[in-house]
């Protein structure tokens, strides 16, 4: 049987429109020439397509699309995307997720999505006064009114979609006020991304080379020397997800759904898969850049994670090489033994390896910096989870555990 990949597409490459303050894609923008175009070819396209369906052995066959930002790339684009899709499809049903930043969403866009069925990710940071303060323009003017008004037209168009949140070290404080926010925009699917960003190490300033590196305050050289002072730490991050779960969990359940909730009731329930940040091993997530290039994943689009490149060779056999194949090992046979010995490993897995920069109190490296914020956020809703697990098994909602009282028993 083929093996099952998942494929982060990016037909623009690392181009955007916005600046935003901790985006680590933009630097991506020096891996290539200094005559790119960073507009995937129409051969770039229909080939992709192509592998793709073919080497997914499901009828459902899911197309992720990402940036940069996919629509500068214009509403033509797309429609050869849904034309090369039906061309190919061979019987088996597309679905098509987009992520982008809002700002240049019009009434032809949201006309395209809504009869296409795009499953729309929207970044969004919390109200002005969070998103604002890093999701600013080239002119570093902030962008909350115009992804609000992007928002619009999804609504107006009845465009399914979800809101991505990058949790940093400001809208952490507020986790509450940033849930409730985010339901009365009328979000019922919710993810959120924790920002921890390294201060840049050589390789990373050879790929930014004009992208100055910004100052860090004293408080974060003394606390976290290793990443910037927007990066969220560690303890605050569980707690905030804490705070967020507890309010969930007593009146939400079953009405909005949270993608890292949904995720860990999956592995109190005994599933695997999920997340790939969770998963025990990694892997089964590529980057296709908008030239053909093939990388291990999202976040290692460096020249030692290129895996190749779809013209030349298939991206079957790119997913499944010996080189990516190692990396996806990598993640379990790399887990430090505080990690292996941890009781919320089963859940955590050790998270995401960018973020494994870490020593263990026994100097071990490779601790995950947000260890300190799994191992409090796990820990914290285990006795919830186990409630919905049990209604689960009995053939029950889990939205009933909103009838119990917290940390009792399921309802019989």
Known sequence: MKRAFHVMAKPIGPICNLGCRYCFYLEKENLFGANESFRMSDEVLETFIRQFIEAQDTPEISFAWQGGEPTLLGVDFFQKVTGLQRKYADGKRIVNAFQTNGTLLDDAWGSFLAEHRFLVGISIDGPPKFHDLFRKDKREQGTYARVANGLGILKKHGVAFNTLTVVNRANARKPLELYRFLKRLGAEYLQFIPLVERVADQEARKLALNHAIPP??????????????????????????????????????????????????????????????????????????????????????????????????????????????AFGKAKAAMLPKACRECEVRFACNGECPKNRFMHTRDGEPGLNYLCPAYKHFFVHIAPAMEQMATLLRRGLPAAWVMNSRPHGTPPH
């Open 216 to 325: 860090r305050s004293e408080e974060s050289l003394s606390a976290h020397p290793s990443v910037t002072e927007w990066s969220v730490e560690p303890r605050q991050y569980g707690e905030f997800l804490a705070a967020i779960f507890d309010e969930w969990v007593q009146q939400d359940v079953g009405r909005i759904f949270v993608q890292l909730f949904d995720t860990a009731l999956a592995k109190w329930m005994g599933h695997g898969g999920g997340l790939c940040v969770f998963s025990e091993t990694c892997g089964g997530a590529l980057a296709l850049e908008h030239n053909g290039d093939v990388y291990s994943c999202d976040h290692f689009v460096y020249p030692q994670w290129k895996l190749g490149n779809i013209l030349h060779q298939s991206l079957a056999d790119i997913a499944s090489s010996e080189k990516q194949a």
